[in-house]
């Protein structure tokens, strides 16, 4: 079809499972909306699309005196008459709170509808959302009881979006905002990537790279930044700026940026004012500061602490929200991945309330695997932002096949052991573990402006599984997978399962052919496509005895920034998880793997397999053909040949540099190099 892949997960194609639709016809003869509000409009059209979609007929809103049967009834408790909400415990809604709904079958005089009930209108919308999902995965109605509601607070997209149309990391054409005929012209594309965050929860984007420019924060450009704020309001998604700490100076003609300066405490505060007199609802700031050559306070002397203060007190006058990114490695030590931690867990409890410290998932920089940051645990008193990477900058861009689900979930169940076990990154985010009342999640976005918005068609799917995670956490990557493969792919049953297998798989793959248990920036310097470990041996240390990154005590120590109990994991070689061996340890070629294979073979074994994996992969899809879209069957066969002769590009260089190090022969029974 023309449009292979712009509809995303909301394609709501006819139901062609007949047992199915003949139920659905059934069970949902109208559907009536109570209330009114920008928000409930744009509820109404969706569900209203969704239903004839899917049900291939007209489905009429129902008016007043219409029979309580069969309906889709939906509102607020406050707007829904008391017939449908009388038999509904009033605690039900207190756990809801302002986002959440609940799904349930109504019966009123005998007569049976299901109901879509929230506190508030956003509510509605996820609701309607997540009734239609139910739909298009053919889940049964009958009995129908459920409730949700997000266990974080912002879920919030981050573009790396420069004004000049180009995207930082993007693999995926160029922005999706076209600011040159903004703030005239309204693209459907910008109300339905609107549609696909409210669809996953998604309820904060920040729109240009937090390398910012200035300009953006000029008047002409702020009253584009409201015209996109204007569109994505009803969809319960506010906007955020990453702005440049220099502005003042770039743009307000002063000649310092200092923080603790009058003048330059003043010049924020009526930019803030006049940002919020055109959009009453603006997030906030995103910042990167004193990182990667970008301005911030330390360039006058003054604290990351005092830099996100002084733009803190600007934004709390109007309810906005400061995050400040820990993404800093200037340091002097001799080892980046500390620095974070050394910068920012002093500061802990200097930041005013509406401060977010905002952290990458791991300590180094978006690499394939790393262990979590140690930062979570270490500011009980400071909510930290997770910031994760949607788009693959480390992980073959948008043309390799990776499941970032699995990542997600592996960082988000790692425990800090901070204050006794069980306390997960994730329970450190949501803030149930230390307390934290402004909670949030990052996902750097993966989308541009080419007709299927990740180019890779199976990226679609991690910028709806990072919504889904963003929301709850709790989800599987698995669960996540199969949702996401019925809504945009096929409800074939077994090919649900094997792309659900090749989902599930393929992060693994990827980690052992490109960095396996614990190699990490093997690729290029700069574009950071493919194997280039000649040029980087700073991260992986081999030479003729051995490869690894000593980070315990005879090393840098980075281990000792993690709880006792991990440093015991970590931080011993004979504990250490293989994944994250060469991250913690320095081992000679020799030493001897659980496994019972040597160092050495085992990463050629790894590397093997990670090709192996793609190869799996290939086979796997061949066996969907009938189930899917012939376009989209084409082009994922098409990358999945890229990734097949990538992976092996990696697997070579790295174990023929490998090899020359350690002077060592890749044993006879693995293939030849090409
Ligand atoms: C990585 C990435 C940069 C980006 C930076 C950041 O280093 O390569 O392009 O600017 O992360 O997160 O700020």
Redesign the pocket.
């Known amino acids: 079809t023309a449009d292979e892949g712009y509809r995303l997960w909301l394609k709501y194609d006819r139901i062609t499972d007949a047992a199915r639709m003949d139920a659905y016809q059934r069970r949902i003869e109208a559907f009536r909306i109570w209330g009114s509000s920008p928000t409930l409009a744009v509820a109404e059209t969706e569900l209203k699309r969704g239903l004839e979609g899917l049900l291939g007929r007209a489905v009429s809103a129902g008016n007043s005196t219409g029979i309580d049967s069969n309906m889709v009834i939906v509102g607020t408790l406050a707007d829904l008459p008391q017939r449908y909400t009388h038999q509904i415990p009033r605690y039900a809604f207190s756990h809801l709170g302002p986002e959440g709904y609940t799904i349930r079958e109504v019966t009123v005089g005998g007569r049976s509808s299901i109901a879509i009930i929230a506190n508030e209108d956003i509510g509605i919308l996820y609701g309607v959302f997540h009734f239609l999902r139910l739909l298009q995965m053919h889940v049964e109605l009958d009995g129908i009881d459920v409730s949700d509601a997000p266990k974080v607070q912002w879920r919030m997209l981050n573009h ?1 979006d420069n004004l000049n149309g180009t995207v ?2 993007g693999y995926a054409g160029l922005s999706i905002w076209d600011w040159e005929t903004l703030p005239q012209t309204i693209q459907q594309r910008y109300v339905d990537y609107a549609r696909a965050n409210a669809s996953v929860g998604i309820n904060g984007v920040a729109l240009n790279n ?2 910012a420019s200035p300009e953006i924060l000029r008047e002409e450009y702020l009253s584009k930044v409201a015209a996109l704020a204007a569109v994505f309001r009803p969809y319960g998604i506010r906007v955020f700026l990453s702005v440049n700490f220099a502005s003042p100076k770039v743009l307000g003609g002063l000649d310092t940026a200092d923080p603790s300066d009058e003048r330059v405490r003043a010049w924020w505060q009526a930019k803030t004012e006049a940002i919020y007199r055109l959009i009453p609802d603006f997030g906030g700031f995103l910042v ?1 500061a004193n ?2 050559g970008q301005p911030g306070p330390q360039d006058y002397g003054r604290t990351h602490a005092e830099g996100a203060n002084m733009l803190a007190r600007a934004l709390d006058a109007h309810g906005g929200t400061l995050i400040w ?1 820990a ?1 800093v490695y200037e340091a002097k030590g001799s080892d980046r991945v500390m620095d974070a931690y050394d910068e920012f867990a002093r500061f802990d409890g200097q930041f005013l309330p509406n401060v977010f410290v905002q952290t990458k998932n791991g300590p180094l ?2 690499q394939p695997r790393e262990p979590f940051a140690p930062l979570f645990g270490a500011m009980p008193n400071t909510p930290q932002m997770l910031e994760f990477q949607i788009t693959q ?1 480390y992980l073959g861009f948008s043309t390799h096949l990776v499941y970032l689900a699995t990542l997600y979930k592996e960082v988000l169940e790692s425990d800090t052991y901070v204050g006794g076990k069980g306390a997960t990154v994730a329970k450190i985010i949501d803030g149930s573990q230390q307390g934290q009342r402004m909670t949030g999640v990052a996902g750097v976005a993966n989308i541009g402006n080419v007709g299927n918005w990740t180019y890779h068609p199976f990226g679609q799917a991690n910028w709806y599984a990072y919504g889904r995670l963003a929301w709850d956490h709790a989800l599987t990557a698995t669960e996540i997978a199969q949702e996401w493969i019925r809504m945009t792919l096929t409800t074939d049953e077994v090919a649900v399962n094997t792309i659900t297998e090749m989902m599930v798989s393929s992060y693994e793959h990827l980690v052992n052919y490109q960095t396996p248990l614990g190699l990490n920036v093997l690729s290029s310097v700069g574009h ?1 496509y493919g194997p280039q470990p000649w040029r980087r041996a700073g991260f992986h240390r081999a030479d003729t005895a051995g490869i690894g990154f000593d980070r315990t005590g005879t090393g840098s120590n980075a281990v000792v920034q993690y709880s006792s109990v991990l440093q015991d994991s970590f931080g011993n070689v004979a504990n250490c998880p293989d994944k994250f061996l060469l991250w913690f340890h320095r081992l000679p070629w020799d030493y001897e793997m659980a496994s019972g294979r040597t160092l050495w073979e085992e990463l050629c074994f790894r590397y093997h397999d990670g090709v192996a994996g793609v190869r799996q992969l290939q086979e796997a899809w061949k066996t969907v053909r009938h189930a899917v879209c012939p376009e989209t069957f084409q082009r994922v066969n098409r990358l999945l040949a890229v990734q097949e002769d990538e992976a092996v590009w990696w697997r070579d260089a790295c174990l023929w540099y490998f090899a020359t190090v350690a002077q060592k022969d890749v044993p006879p029974q693995y293939e030849k190099p090409r």
Do not use: A, I, L, P
Request: net charge negative; no cysteine; aromatic share 22%.
């Open positions: 790396w930082e990391r937090v390398n990167k990182s990667e990114r993404f920089d978006f900058e950071h």
